[in-house]
């Protein structure tokens, strides 16, 4: 993530436009047993895209963050047979579609819960 930004953000503010979308995860929203290195480093995506947030906004570059379950995915469906509330994966590109789009403009810093 910190990667991928430091090499688009310089042409974004060059340009003066731009929109980043990062993605987190719903679980790291508490602390779950087993699970602390993952919801630690899906936590510190939610805080780094509130300070990109805040450091591009003069930029015109809007930053937010996606914070989805389990994704419906291959892998996924296979480790949890029966799980009907995996995530859609083209309804998580409808939302970037939007958060990217000048429609979203006043959104800036969110984190979006997705279930």
């Known amino acids: 993530m910190l990667n ?3 090499a688009a953000v310089p042409y974004m503010s060059e340009r003066r436009a731009g929109a980043i979308i990062n993605i987190g995860a719903g679980v ?4 779950l047993a ?6 630690a480093s899906k936590s510190a995506v939610q805080r780094i895209t509130e300070s990109m947030s805040a450091e ?3 930029s015109n570059i809007n930053v937010n963050c996606l914070l989805p379950g389990a994704m419906d995915t291959p ?4 480790a949890m047979p029966g ?3 995996l995530i859609d994966l083209d309804g998580i ?5 939007f958060l990217i789009s000048d429609d979203a403009r006043v959104i800036k810093g ?5 279930a």
């Open 4 to 6: 991928v930004s430091a």
């Open 28 to 31: 790291a929203q508490k602390g």
């Open 34 to 39: 087993r699970m602390g290195a993952y919801i």
């Open 56 to 58: 591009l906004r003069e």
């Open 75 to 78: 892998e996924n469906r296979d």
């Open 83 to 85: 799980n009907e509330q």
């Open 93 to 97: 590109a409808h939302v970037i579609r």
């Open 110 to 114: 969110a984190c979006i819960n997705l």
